[in-house]
């Protein structure tokens, strides 16, 4: 620090010196350093940029002048990361900082702490000249704009959520076609605005498909008019970086039909207003409703069409074919001429074979083979009658045994072994009624083990059988058995 010095004084001592304090050069220089900053702490200076130069060290060293001066500036390196604008020669701006010198160059200086547009011009200048980097990389290039979904699920709207505006598009969203609505909260105007919205740019492309959150279909960014210096948010380069890399189509709805931003030319779609956006994201349902009846009654029409002209050139077709007796006239008359062909050569072929066969000699072979097949054929044959005897014979055994264990069942023998007994007179005639005997008649009582006379004492008739008289049954025809004749086998031989 310099030491104080007294006030300066005029008056001349006589020697030539005076009262005039002595100052080193440093102590000057930093003593005009001290007046400098004190009196311009805080300036805002106009003019225009002029030579630019940025070293390895990131600090920003340029001129601010006008037609008359020319100011030296330099911006410290965290500054200049932190600006959204960067300098461009022969841009016209406002410098904010402090005016100080240098020292070491006897020089005074601006220590820039933000830079922003003077004016209109000066912003249409860096809109221009960022439209044109843009162009060049082939961002505004329609082959990489993507297609608009016909019929979006979700929808994603960046906006203010306390304007106009997204009340305007979810009116028009209920009377078009209801949908689900997801509104990404941002300012839409200051300095941050731009930022903002490429956060949520990249926030709902970031959405994961199987989320609690649906990732949109569609986006919208919209705000309503304003100002060149309003809508600059939305000609900032991140806004439009974030823009070019969506994946999801976008729709750019910033300002009215007039206002043109850098978003409006990299974003896939542009509505001229917000609530023009909302109707081109969505169709209306009447309208779906109308065109799908339309499409319906076109189609029907189209088929009947379709059907009757393949129907008429069947038809046309068929004139052209033979009747199906004529297709098969040929065919079966040469199946007829090859069966009566075939008839008459089988004949002839056995005609032929026999006629060799007749001719060739009866060797002792041929005897001999003749004989062995006869042998063979009676040994098969005697099998077969032997075979054949002795299951008749078996047959017939089964058929007296049954025969004669029904004639035991059936005989009065088995009646008298239950205790019954018959009864016959003197002649041996059967007594089968009360009425056929007498008292003093002497009968013979046949039992299962003998025979037993007796007298008849007594005759009495039940009074319920005097009135009626038992018919004699008659006699049961025996039919006569048939004779043995071999059980119909006929001769063997």
């Known amino acids: 620090m310099p030491r104080e010095r007294p006030p300066l004084d005029n008056n001349d001592n006589g020697n030539g010196k005076g009262n005039v304090a002595e100052f080193t050069v440093s102590e000057l220089s930093f003593a005009v350093k001290r007046t400098v900053e004190r009196g311009f702490e805080h300036v805002r200076v106009r003019g225009e940029l002029g030579r630019i130069s940025t070293p390895a060290s990131g600090h920003i060293y340029l001129d601010l002048k006008d037609n008359k001066a020319v100011i030296n500036g330099v911006i410290w390196k965290g500054n200049a990361q932190k600006m959204k604008i960067r300098p461009e020669q022969g841009l016209e701006v406002i410098a904010t900082g402090k005016l100080t010198t240098f020292p070491g160059q006897s020089k005074y200086q601006i220590i820039i702490d ?78 941050t605005s731009g930022e903002e919205v490429a956060t949520a740019i990249r926030g709902f492309n970031a959405l994961d498909e199987s989320g609690p959150v649906p990732k949109p279909d569609v986006l919208i960014v919209a705000r309503g008019g304003g100002s060149l210096e309003d809508l600059w948010g939305f000609n900032e380069e991140v806004v439009a970086r974030a823009a070019t890399n969506s994946d999801i189509p976008l729709i750019s709805a910033v300002g009215h039909e007039t206002d043109w931003s850098v978003l409006d030319l990299v974003a896939d779609f542009r509505a001229p207003t917000p609530t023009k956006a909302a109707e081109w994201a969505v169709p209306k349902y009447s309208e ?11 189609l029907n029409l189209a088929n009947r069409r379709s059907l009757e002209a393949r129907r008429n050139r069947l038809l046309a077709a068929s004139r052209g074919l033979p009747r199906l007796a004529d297709l098969l006239a040929l065919p079966r008359q040469r199946v007829d001429e090859m069966s009566r062909r075939l008839s008459g050569s089988l004949m002839q ?23 062995r097949q006869g042998c063979e054929r009676l040994h098969t044959l005697s099998e077969r009658h032997n075979r054949s005897f002795k299951a008749l014979i078996e047959r017939k055994r089964f058929a007296f045994e049954g025969q004669g264990k029904l004639l035991s069942t059936l005989s009065h023998k088995s009646v008298l072994e239950r205790g019954f007994a018959l009864i016959h007179d003197t002649s041996g005639a ?43 049954p008659p006699a049961k025809k025996v039919a006569k058995k048939p004779t043995f004749n071999g059980g119909g086998q006929g001769s063997l031989f």
């Open 288 to 298: 779906l409703i109308e065109r799908l009846g339309e499409l319906g009654h076109r």
């Open 430 to 472: 059967m007594i089968r009624s009360v009425t056929d005997m007498k008292s003093g008649q002497l009968i013979q009582l046949e039992m299962v083990d003998g025979n037993i006379s007796s007298e008849v004492v007594d005759t009495s008739i039940k009074p319920e059988r005097r009135t009626t008289k038992k018919t004699k």
């Open 349 to 371: 072929h056995v005609r032929e074979k026999r006629s060799k066969l007749e001719r060739l000699p009866l060797s002792a072979n041929i005897l001999m083979m003749r004989q």
């Open 114 to 191: 933000s830079i922003e547009p003077a004016g209109v011009g000066a912003l249409m200048q860096l809109l221009e000249q960022l439209k044109k980097k843009l162009e060049a990389e082939g961002l505004f290039a329609d082959e990489r704009k993507k297609q608009r979904p016909f019929l979006p699920r979700t929808i994603g709207i960046i906006t203010s959520p306390t304007g106009a505006v997204i009340r305007d598009m979810m009116h028009g969203f209920t009377e078009r076609f209801p949908s689900h609505v997801i509104v990404w909260p941002v300012r839409v105007q200051g300095k």
